[in-house]
């Protein structure tokens, strides 16, 4: 009983001591992910301490395989993407690197029913929820944003997904209900659709989520076309 007992506590600190790696982890991506959008570190430092941080999380990370996505906004599907057959995607000329200057729009938006812009939907009445796509870390967001503010994603997440080895970005959201480090599981409620950002809070703009993915290339993030994946997500 003695061994057991010491077993399960050897056991149990050693998840606290994991969950507390990767909030840390998390914490420091957030803070380098800021400079990054400011402009305020040279892309070759970012490199150097953005690669050291991947490798440690994937270490730190449990992985529990699943079958496909379940699509990002809750009571939508795939009829919501802007643009014809996902021909709004385009990431020529981006860089991770660029920060808030980035070039392309390596994205797809997924429009939901607002036309008086209040960010709720107009046959439910309700916000729309924002829903991660696969289990995953949240390493990067911000739940703070003013309308005389230029970053372009507005109150944005980043969340890494270990099975896939792949990040997903959602960003204008109303308001967000995770922080760097939270562990989340696929279909879970992550934030609400709104219209913060640049250029997502001006009235030209429908009110929807934009959504992008990135493979994990050389561990530095390069877009990649999600539009068949989101196609095939089940919905909720």
């Known amino acids: ?22 909030k840390t982890i998390c914490s420091n991506i957030n ?37 496909g996505w379940t ?18 995607y385009s990431d020529k000329g981006y860089n991770f690197l660029d920060g ?9 938006d997924i429009f939901i029913n607002d036309r008086n812009q209040d960010c709720v939907d107009d046959r ?11 289990d995953g870390i949240v390493i990067a ?14 109150k944005f997440i980043w969340i890494y997904h270990p099975v896939q080895n792949i990040i997903t970005y959602y960003a204008h959201n109303q308001a967000i209900f995770v922080k760097p480090g939270d562990e ?8 609400e659709v709104g219209r913060t950002g640049y250029n997502a809070f001006k009235k030209r ?12 290339v050389d561990d530095m993030p390069v877009p990649y076309n999600p539009y068949l994946q989101l196609k095939k997500a089940k919905t909720i």
């Open 141 to 154: 967001c911000t739940n703070e944003w003013e309308p005389t503010s230029t970053l372009r994603g507005g």
């Open 71 to 88: 699509f990002p906004l809750k009571g939508y599907k795939s009829s919501a993407i802007g643009g014809t057959n996902g021909n709004g």
């Open 184 to 191: 989340v599981k696929q279909g879970q409620k992550i934030a």
């Open 124 to 134: 439910t009445h309700q916000p729309v929820d924002v829903l991660v796509v696969d």
């Open 1 to 22: 009983m003695k061994k057991i007992i010491l077993l399960l506590s050897i056991l149990c600190v050693s998840v606290v001591s994991n969950a507390q790696d990767i």
């Open 205 to 216: 703009s429908p009110t929807h989520l934009h959504f992008s993915a990135f493979k994990l």
């Open 31 to 67: 803070n380098l992910n800021t400079a990054i959008l400011n402009g305020s570190i040279k892309k070759q430092d970012a490199v150097a301490q953005f690669k050291p941080l991947i490798e440690q999380l994937k270490k730190a990370s449990d992985k529990h395989p699943l079958s």
């Open 100 to 108: 808030n200057k980035h070039a392309a729009h390596p994205a797809h």
